[in-house]
């Protein structure tokens, strides 16, 4: 029996109580006589004991019954063991006492019955059928199992189990256990496998194009070195078998597929072995969305065609091949393809006007793109800061580099009137970026001329790249033209100068007589090491005469009817002269994990001989990179397109062993794959939770507005539960077998989708060792033991139940009492107390004697005190 109270802070009343009665005592102690100091004390316990009732008190009284569950995982991750768990229950009953009440019940996703609790248990009954034993909830089974005993009681739950739930949550059922009588004891089980083989994961393209190579990657996790069979079906037609060989781990084994089957198709992969102790775990299936044969668009320049077309072969995609030149000029056009390769095509063949046409397909319409390397791509091809830079996964400019070349960079610019309007515009644009190319440092000088030259920007070091910015986009048209004197000029202000690259760029849409020879001029200027490019604008350009100056200053010429085409002229002129892009040293590229490319590069990679310099972007996945960490392969997701850099070229002379790798055309059809677009296909994010459920994103924000359906392989429609996350999402909640379900989205206009979807096994019939930390967690949060001898099962319980007896009302009337007790002897006296074998008359205070009279006195005062 134990004595406890509710309220501890009520007893502090105590203090003023007991310091008022000692106060009292003390100014009256040497008046009180003997029974006034006894009715003093009367009435000091009488307050004591109504401040204890305040406490609310109470008796913990012993309860000698106990209660002992038994709770026995019969889940598939313990086939076959149920008779272990029955000998160690009935081995326990040995020491089970008269006070245990006993139960006995089996679960797996859910609780079942085998014994209700009773005080007359002696054996295990026979154990009944378990109904789906694909899942292991524990977290359930505590529940449950705790609403069938008496809280109030000493209570042990005994859980036989490997701990491997599947579902639920038991450390979050353990907190409702706090400060109870319930305590957990556990009796690990586990199966004794001695060779599994298992299916670990089978994956398919989410959508392909009849003619695709699609890639069917299996891994297999094995116990044991062993042989099987691989089967691989498709729509349960077998398409692949072929015996593997097996290692202890993981296997993966990829199996390249040019599909013919159209729409939602099935693929199945299985593995047999001669021993294997779970069967469940060795097949899984997989749906793929098959569309129709794509078309590619591959551009390239070179007169014998592109190599790519002849890698990627006729029987997987279609494709044209046209060069720059034959780029159309409309959306429409674009969009009769599914993807777009740049085969080293410089950008001022393309312009700036037909790179945002692509870049709107690839961000709106979910066009792939890609961009391969060589001396005309990337930061060489003039696309610093276009539209086809934007939806690339790196950057033009290459950042970080050191040691680059001292440059002097001059740029004579046209200002005549005849330049006015779009012309001018995009010169001067050209020109702002030609400055952001240049380091702090690199010396710039700006001449704009009519009939005279105009020194805009003093040839000297670039400190301001804003200030110089903001300069040369203020030039206004105006006047004549004359080429000669502004030349003349720049090549005066570069002639001193120390530097290790000097370079004019001249831009101008007319003509210009003079007596002077440029010859001379340009010779004079080649001694200092100085050279020339030259932009003629327009159909009335001097082209002749500019293309002349280029060859004699060992530059280039460029014939530009398409203005557009300036900015990407001169970003290429400031790249090829500002940084060293070109790297030549042979090299093995770096090759991380990357979902669609592992495969490719599972037995190595061949030797590179270069590549282009580029800088990833922040958020692009870099599959390979050099060993100055320059990406030589990356992807990223621009809008709904997908699109690839590869800085290398397709021909052979940069890749170098890479066009004579016998992977080399599974390299191009991987490519295509990564690139061709799911937008249309497939307009709804369908995914599989940790939880089994379906999450499914609507990309308008419309998911309440969704009716969704759910039909098995056999067309049975299946119960689906939905739980509105967000606008944008759903959950959808199936209980159905492993396999494939197919989904019918319909929309709020009308419009139906179709998906399919793959239901794994159950984990149960994963091969894991028990969990022993969640097992110890459960037995140290709850005071209970793990058990290896049976005996221990009924052994004395650490906690006691007890019934609770509160006694607050016992001690108000006790209180009560001794109140009565002090008032009566107060008012009539001792006499009442007195006993010779009759009872006195009671004496009013008139008739006491002196002595008494004189105490009745007494107490009148203090009652005036």
Same mark, same amino acid.
């Given at each position: 029996?134990?004595?406890?109270?509710?309220?501890?802070?009520?007893?502090?009343?105590?203090?003023?109580?007991?310091?008022?009665?000692?106060?009292?005592?003390?100014?009256?102690?040497?008046?009180?006589?003997?029974?006034?100091?006894?009715?003093?004390?009367? !009435?000091?316990?009488?307050?004591?004991?109504?401040?204890?009732?305040?406490?609310?008190?109470?008796?913990?009284?012993?309860?000698?019954?106990?209660?002992?569950?038994?709770?026995?995982?019969?889940?598939?991750?313990?086939?076959?063991?149920?008779?272990?768990?029955?000998?160690?229950?009935?081995? +326990?009953?040995?020491?089970?006492?008269?006070?245990?009440? =006993?139960?006995?019940?089996?679960?797996?996703?859910?609780?079942?019955?085998?014994?209700?609790? *009773?005080?007359?248990?002696?054996?295990?009954?026979?154990?009944?059928?378990?109904?789906?034993?694909?899942?292991?909830?524990?977290?359930?089974?505590?529940?449950?199992?705790?609403?069938?005993?008496?809280?109030?009681?000493?209570?042990?739950?005994?859980?036989? *189990?490997?701990?491997?739930?599947?579902?639920?949550?038991?450390?979050?059922?353990?907190?409702?256990?706090?400060?109870?009588?319930? +305590?957990?004891?556990?009796?690990?089980?586990?199966?004794?496998?001695?060779?599994? =083989?298992?299916?670990?994961?089978?994956?398919?393209?989410?959508?392909?194009?009849?003619?695709?190579?699609?890639?069917?990657?299996?891994?297999?996790? +094995?116990?044991?070195?062993?042989?099987?069979?691989?089967?691989?079906?498709?729509?349960?037609?077998?398409?692949?078998?072929?015996?593997?060989?097996?290692?202890?781990?993981?296997?993966?084994? @990829?199996?390249?597929?040019?599909?013919?089957?159209? /729409?939602?198709?099935?693929?199945?992969?299985?593995?047999?072995?001669?021993?294997?102790?779970?069967?469940?775990?060795?097949?899984?299936?997989?749906?793929?969305?098959?569309?129709? @044969?794509?078309?590619?668009?591959? =551009?390239?320049?070179?007169?014998?065609?592109?190599?790519?077309?002849?890698? #990627?072969?006729?029987?997987?995609?279609?494709?044209?091949?046209?060069?720059?030149?034959?780029?159309?000029?409309?959306?429409?056009?674009?969009?009769?393809?599914?993807?777009?390769?740049?085969?080293?095509?410089?950008?001022?063949?393309?312009?700036?006007?037909?790179?945002?046409?692509?870049?709107?397909?690839?961000?709106?319409?979910?066009?792939?793109?890609?961009?391969?390397?060589?001396?005309?791509?990337?930061?060489?091809? /003039?696309?610093?800061?276009?539209?086809?830079?934007?939806?690339?996964?790196?950057?033009?400019?290459?950042?970080?580099?050191?040691?680059?070349?001292?440059?002097?960079?001059?740029?004579?610019?046209?200002?005549?009137?005849?330049?006015?309007?779009?012309?001018?515009?995009?010169?001067?644009?050209?020109?702002?970026?030609?400055?952001?190319?240049?380091?702090?440092?690199?010396?710039?000088?700006?001449?704009?001329?009519?009939?005279?030259?105009?020194?805009?920007?003093?040839?000297?070091?670039?400190?301001?790249?804003?200030?110089?910015?903001?300069?040369?986009?203020?030039?206004?048209?105006?006047?004549?033209?004359?080429?000669?004197?502004?030349?003349?000029?720049?090549?005066?202000?570069?002639?001193?100068?120390?530097?290790?690259?000097?370079?004019?760029?001249?831009?101008?849409?007319?003509?210009?007589?003079?007596?002077?020879?440029?010859?001379?001029?340009?010779?004079?200027?080649?001694?200092?090491?100085?050279?020339?490019?030259?932009?003629?604008?327009?159909?009335?350009?001097?082209?002749?005469?500019?293309?002349?100056?280029?060859?004699?200053?060992?530059?280039?010429?460029?014939?530009?009817?398409?203005?557009?085409?300036?900015?990407?002229?001169?970003?290429?002129?400031?790249?090829?002269?500002?940084?060293?892009?070109?790297?030549?040293?042979?090299?093995?590229?770096?090759?991380?994990?990357?979902?669609?490319?592992?495969?490719?590069?599972?037995?190595? =990679?061949?030797?590179?001989?270069?590549?282009?310099? @580029?800088?990833?972007?922040?958020?692009?996945?870099?599959?390979?990179?050099?060993?100055?960490?320059?990406?030589?392969?990356?992807?990223?997701?621009?809008?709904?397109?997908?699109?690839?850099?590869?800085?290398?070229?397709?021909? /052979?002379?940069?890749?170098?062993?890479?066009? !004579?790798?016998?992977?080399?055309?599974?390299?191009?059809?991987?490519?295509?794959?990564?690139?061709?677009?799911?937008?249309?296909?497939?307009?709804?994010?369908?995914?599989?939770?940790?939880?089994?459920?379906?999450?499914?994103?609507?990309?308008?924000?419309?998911?309440?507005?969704?009716?969704?359906?759910?039909?098995?392989?056999?067309?049975?429609?299946?119960?689906?539960?939905?739980?509105?996350?967000?606008?944008?999402?759903?959950?959808?909640?199936?209980?159905?077998?492993?396999?494939?379900?197919?989904?019918?989205?319909?929309?709020?206009?009308?419009?139906?989708?179709?998906?399919?979807?793959?239901?794994?096994?159950?984990?149960?019939?994963?091969?894991?060792?028990?969990?022993?930390?969640?097992?110890?967690?459960?037995?140290?949060?709850?005071?209970?033991?793990?058990?290896?001898?049976?005996?221990?099962?009924?052994?004395?319980?650490?906690?006691?139940?007890?019934?609770?007896?509160?006694?607050?009302?016992?001690?108000?009337?006790?209180?009560?009492?001794?109140?009565?007790?002090? #008032?009566?002897?107060?008012?009539?006296?001792?006499?009442?107390?007195?006993?010779?074998?009759?009872?006195?008359?009671?004496?009013?205070?008139?008739?006491?004697?002196?002595?008494?009279?004189?105490?009745?006195?007494?107490?009148?005062?203090?009652?005036?005190?």
């Amino acid at each position: 029996m134990d004595l406890r109270i509710d309220h501890p802070l009520a007893l502090l009343l105590l203090i003023p109580l007991i310091g008022y009665f000692i106060w009292t005592w003390w100014q009256h102690r040497k008046q009180l006589k003997k029974n006034q100091q006894i009715v003093f004390g009367i !009435r000091i316990l009488a307050a004591i004991l109504l401040v204890f009732a305040i406490c609310s008190p109470y008796l913990l009284l012993p309860v000698k019954e106990e209660q002992v569950v038994f709770l026995i995982d019969r889940s598939a991750s313990l086939e076959g063991i149920e008779d272990q768990a029955i000998s160690f229950i009935e081995e +326990s009953l040995q020491s089970k006492e008269e006070k245990h009440r =006993v139960g006995v019940y089996s679960f797996a996703s859910n609780l079942q019955t085998e014994s209700m609790l *009773t005080e007359t248990l002696e054996h295990v009954p026979e154990l009944g059928d378990m109904v789906n034993k694909g899942e292991t909830n524990i977290a359930r089974a505590i529940q449950l199992a705790t609403g069938v005993v008496d809280l109030k009681k000493a209570t042990r739950i005994v859980l036989l *189990t490997d701990g491997l739930e599947t579902k639920g949550d038991a450390v979050g059922q353990l907190t409702k256990l706090t400060d109870s009588n319930v +305590s957990i004891d556990v009796v690990q089980l586990s199966q004794n496998v001695a060779a599994d =083989v298992s299916i670990q994961s089978f994956t398919t393209p989410q959508v392909a194009y009849a003619g695709e190579q699609q890639q069917l990657v299996t891994e297999i996790e +094995s116990t044991t070195a062993t042989q099987g069979e691989l089967y691989l079906y498709e729509n349960d037609q077998l398409i692949y078998q072929e015996p593997v060989q097996l290692e202890e781990g993981a296997n993966v084994f @990829t199996y390249r597929h040019v599909g013919q089957a159209e /729409g939602l198709v099935k693929y199945e992969a299985l593995v047999q072995v001669d021993e294997d102790a779970i069967l469940e775990n060795n097949k899984l299936t997989s749906v793929t969305m098959v569309q129709s @044969t794509p078309r590619i668009l591959i =551009v390239s320049d070179r007169e014998e065609g592109s190599s790519i077309a002849s890698a #990627i072969g006729t029987n997987s995609v279609n494709y044209d091949v046209i060069s720059s030149s034959e780029l159309p000029n409309s959306l429409s056009s674009f969009l009769h393809y599914n993807a777009i390769i740049f085969d080293n095509i410089p950008g001022h063949l393309v312009g700036e006007g037909k790179m945002s046409i692509i870049e709107q397909a690839v961000k709106n319409f979910g066009v792939g793109f890609m961009m391969v390397g060589g001396e005309n791509s990337f930061g060489l091809g /003039g696309y610093f800061k276009t539209p086809i830079e934007a939806l690339l996964p790196v950057e033009m400019e290459v950042k970080g580099k050191q040691q680059l070349p001292s440059l002097g960079l001059a740029i004579v610019l046209d200002r005549s009137g005849s330049m006015m309007g779009p012309k001018i515009e995009l010169a001067k644009e050209a020109a702002a970026r030609s400055v952001e190319l240049l380091r702090d440092g690199d010396t710039l000088g700006f001449i704009a001329f009519d009939d005279r030259p105009w020194e805009v920007i003093e040839t000297a070091p670039l400190t301001d790249k804003e200030k110089a910015v903001n300069t040369i986009l203020s030039i206004a048209p105006g006047g004549g033209t004359e080429i000669y004197s502004s030349l003349e000029l720049a090549y005066e202000n570069l002639t001193d100068l120390q530097l290790q690259r000097k370079h004019i760029i001249l831009l101008t849409d007319g003509q210009s007589y003079t007596a002077s020879s440029y010859e001379d001029l340009i010779a004079a200027g080649k001694e200092n090491n100085i050279t020339l490019s030259t932009v003629a604008i327009g159909a009335d350009a001097d082209a002749a005469l500019l293309e002349s100056l280029s060859e004699w200053g060992s530059g280039r010429f460029y014939s530009v009817l398409d203005e557009t085409t300036i900015p990407s002229i001169l970003s290429r002129e400031t790249a090829m002269i500002s940084r060293t892009y070109i790297e030549d040293n042979p090299f093995y590229p770096i090759i991380y994990s990357a979902e669609g490319w592992d495969a490719l590069f599972e037995a190595g =990679v061949p030797q590179m001989n270069a590549y282009i310099g @580029t800088t990833a972007k922040q958020t692009a996945m870099v599959i390979a990179e050099s060993e100055k960490e320059d990406p030589v392969l990356a992807e990223w997701q621009y809008g709904l397109g997908r699109t690839i850099a590869f800085t290398s070229d397709s021909t /052979g002379v940069w890749t170098g062993d890479w066009a !004579r790798w016998e992977e080399w055309p599974n390299f191009w059809q991987t490519a295509v794959s990564r690139m061709l677009p799911t937008y249309n296909e497939i307009a709804y994010d369908i995914r599989l939770d940790a939880q089994g459920s379906f999450v499914i994103t609507d990309p308008t924000n419309q998911a309440a507005l969704l009716d969704i359906a759910v039909v098995n392989e056999f067309g049975e429609e299946l119960e689906v539960q939905m739980e509105p996350m967000s606008a944008s999402k759903v959950r959808a909640t199936v209980e159905a077998n492993p396999g494939l379900v197919f989904f019918r989205i319909t929309s709020g206009d009308g419009t139906i989708y179709q998906a399919g979807r793959t239901i794994p096994y159950s984990k149960e019939y994963q091969l894991h060792p028990p969990n022993e930390t969640l097992l110890a967690q459960m037995t140290e949060r709850t005071g209970g033991e793990m058990l290896d001898d049976p005996t221990e099962t009924f052994r004395e319980f650490t906690m006691k139940s007890a019934e609770k007896q509160s006694i607050t009302l016992w001690l108000v009337l006790a209180s009560m009492l001794l109140f009565f007790i002090d #008032i009566t002897i107060r008012r009539i006296g001792w006499s009442f107390l007195q006993t010779s074998g009759r009872v006195k008359k009671t004496s009013t205070v008139a008739e006491m004697p002196a002595e008494e009279t004189n105490v009745a006195q007494l107490l009148k005062e203090m009652k005036k005190k």
